[in-house]
């Protein structure tokens, strides 16, 4: 088994006690979650071509400046665009966050009427995990950048998004202070299993699965 990243469990635990601090003002904005109504864009065209793109070369050289040129050159923009990417190799980081969230809408999809709420949990967690299997070998990199003081405000924002996301689309409907804890609770064990998946060399990330499901988030459904 590889060594775990320097981004590991303890920057985990230390997640859980700020989103729950963090939970209410984060999710604030999303209390009146629906799709029926569009949101705007979380990035441009060009910013969106150019990620994009980049995405492609994060397997072979990682979430880096030289990830951002070539994608700008593959999406046919001069290497200058790469300036509009003020935060660097992060800002590839929260492109690939970003997407990935918000594809599980479209993802998932739960033909048995039958499946409870912690079920729906649960296979919404395991494809968002499964999400990273093509980039795999560098998420500890990427994790490591995240853990940066500048960049912890938003990965954790991002983390609650997410928690909100599976939440609302398994369909929570709790109105008092669970639907807090719940949020704060996921994000909490989906970025331990996020780590324990960058060590796992099991066939189809099997231990990956046991361990979110050792993990005790359906107490929480």
Same mark, same amino acid.
């Given at each position: 088994m590889a060594p775990l990243p320097s981004y590991? %469990? *303890?920057?985990?635990?230390?997640?859980? $006690?700020?989103?729950? *601090?963090?939970?209410p003002s984060a999710s604030r904005c999303r209390f009146y979650h629906s799709y029926e109504h569009d949101l705007p864009p979380p990035? &441009?065209?060009? #910013?969106?071509?150019?990620?994009?793109?980049? =995405?492609?070369?994060?397997a072979s050289v990682g979430f880096t400046t030289t990830a951002l040129s070539r994608g700008a050159k593959d999406a046919g923009y001069l290497n200058v665009s790469t300036n509009l990417?003020?935060?660097? %190799?992060?800002?590839?980081?929260?492109?690939? /966050?970003?997407?990935? *969230?918000?594809?599980l809408k479209d993802r998932v999809q739960f033909p048995d009427e039958k499946l409870g709420v912690g079920?729906?949990? $649960? /296979? /919404?967690?395991l494809q968002r995990l499964r999400a990273n299997e093509f980039i795999i070998a560098r998420w500890p990199e990427a994790l490591a950048v995240m853990a940066l003081p500048s &960049?912890?405000? %938003?990965? /954790? $924002? #991002?983390?609650? $998004?997410? @928690?909100? #996301?599976?939440?609302?689309?398994?369909?929570?409907?709790?109105?008092?202070?669970?639907?807090?804890?719940? *949020?704060?609770? =996921?994000?909490?064990?989906? @970025? @331990?299993? #996020?780590?324990?998946m960058t060590t796992d060399s099991s066939i189809n990330f099997a231990d990956t699965?046991?361990?979110?499901?050792?993990?005790?988030?359906?107490?929480?459904?």
């Open positions: 590991h %469990p *303890r920057i985990a635990i230390f997640q859980c $006690r700020t989103a729950l *601090r963090a939970a990035f &441009n065209d060009a #910013e969106n071509a150019i990620l994009s793109a980049s =995405l492609d070369h994060v990417f003020t935060n660097g %190799p992060f800002d590839l980081i929260n492109y690939h /966050l970003t997407v990935q *969230r918000l594809a079920a729906k949990v $649960r /296979l /919404l967690a &960049n912890i405000t %938003p990965s /954790l $924002r #991002e983390l609650a $998004r997410l @928690s909100d #996301e599976i939440w609302f689309l398994a369909g929570d409907t709790s109105v008092d202070t669970s639907w807090y804890t719940k *949020r704060a609770t =996921l994000s909490a064990i989906y @970025s @331990s299993t #996020e780590v324990f699965e046991h361990f979110l499901d050792r993990s005790g988030w359906d107490s929480q459904a």
